[in-house]
């Protein structure tokens, strides 16, 4: 099955590293016009010589969120897709609950529920007045039961992020758009998550390992792979949905 998106424009958030960077590229090589968008100007640089352009914008913000996917409007014409990779833990690790600080809490929430939302809520026009679009948001397997991180904050945004995606679903379907979400598993990507691995120690990392069936880690590329087949047509009637990218969890 070869998936092609020829003639389609992709907003990706969070595409200056790991994830984000491998489902950019992956789009890309399937022929569609990728819009990157990032906090970190640098970062989405070598983007650049696969044809994709860039767009550093701060997504925490509704105002942020919204620039951002009006000048990939301007400079594309159109968004039939988006990909909101943005989140991660902020550099965080895991600490007792008593610890915990508001701005660490909102740090979380902002990066990882209020950008999702605010980006979707900017491309749902569009894509209702269009009758089509895709929309895969990036929740983690965190979402979906007790972060191995320890990170409050973490799980309870993936959790918030996996109900956001079920909501849009059910909203937007009625206009021929769908909302689904990757849910990856342990994937070492980015500083943050080698700093997150690190953490463990060598005993809690061999516990991970031997929870997976595959007895491996992930790499980005396994979770971009599901993306581009969620953003294809061949996807089609799936909405609604949280597809666990993890090696399969014991």
Request: glycine content about 12%.
């Amino acid at each position: 099955m070869r998936l092609r998106f020829d003639g389609q424009v992709y907003a990706v958030t969070g595409a200056a590293q790991g994830i984000g960077a491998s489902i950019a590229r992956a789009l890309s090589e399937a022929g569609a016009t990728v819009a990157a968008i990032d906090v970190d100007a640098d970062g989405m640089a070598p983007l650049r010589s696969k044809g994709i352009t860039c767009h550093a914008a701060d997504l925490g913000t509704r105002d942020g969120a919204h620039a951002a996917i009006a000048e990939v409007l301007e400079r594309h014409g159109r968004i039939d897709g988006l990909v909101t990779s943005a989140g991660g833990v902020r550099g965080q690790v895991g600490r007792p609950v008593e610890e915990i600080g508001e701005d660490d809490w909102r740090a979380i929430f902002q990066a990882n529920v209020d950008a999702a939302m605010w980006c979707a809520q900017a491309v749902a026009p569009g894509m209702k007045a269009h009758g089509s679009g895709r929309i895969v948001t990036i929740s983690s397997g965190a979402g979906l039961r007790p972060s191995l991180t320890g990170i409050q904050a973490y799980a309870s945004a993936k959790h918030a992020l996996v109900g956001l995606t079920k909501q849009l679903a059910l909203e937007l379907g009625p206009y021929g758009v769908t909302v689904n979400s990757v849910a990856p598993g342990f994937v070492l990507s980015n500083p943050s998550t080698e700093k997150q691995w690190q953490a463990f120690g060598e005993e809690r990392q061999n516990a991970v390992v031997q929870n997976i069936h595959m007895r491996r880690l992930g790499r980005a590329e396994d979770i971009a792979d599901a993306v581009v087949f969620l953003a294809s047509d061949r996807a089609g009637w799936i909405s609604g949905q949280i597809l666990s990218v993890d090696g399969g969890h014991a």
